[in-house]
């Protein structure tokens, strides 16, 4: 019987690489800059275009382009979550200063 295995964090990803280049849990950006992160996010057209992406997969009725594309909005996503939690610390480190 085979044994399901968990997937390594790959430190040579490009979400790792990205995650070691802006150090997420430093507190370094201006409060406009970490103010201004905070608004990005998926407009509704990338949001609707995702959760179909999503859904498909889920059915198993990706191609391989449909694939790439969710693979891109996964790491986008990821890339704005830790520039999200950069801001938010850079945030929260100036109200307790």
């Known amino acids: 019987m085979a044994t399901a295995r968990r997937p390594r964090h790959d430190a040579t990803s490009e979400i790792a690489i990205f995650g070691r280049l802006i150090k997420p849990d430093k507190t370094d950006l201006s409060r406009e800059l970490a103010q201004y992160i905070l608004t990005l996010g998926f407009g509704k057209k990338d949001q609707n ?7 498909r ?6 191609s391989s382009d449909d694939k790439a594309e969710l693979d891109h909005f996964v790491k986008a996503g990821h890339l704005l979550a830790l520039l999200h939690s950069k801001a938010r610390r850079t945030l929260n ?3 307790v200063s």
């Open 93 to 95: 480190s100036r109200k």
């Open 49 to 55: 275009r995702m959760s179909a992406l999503a859904q």
């Open 57 to 62: 997969n889920q059915d198993g009725s990706l």
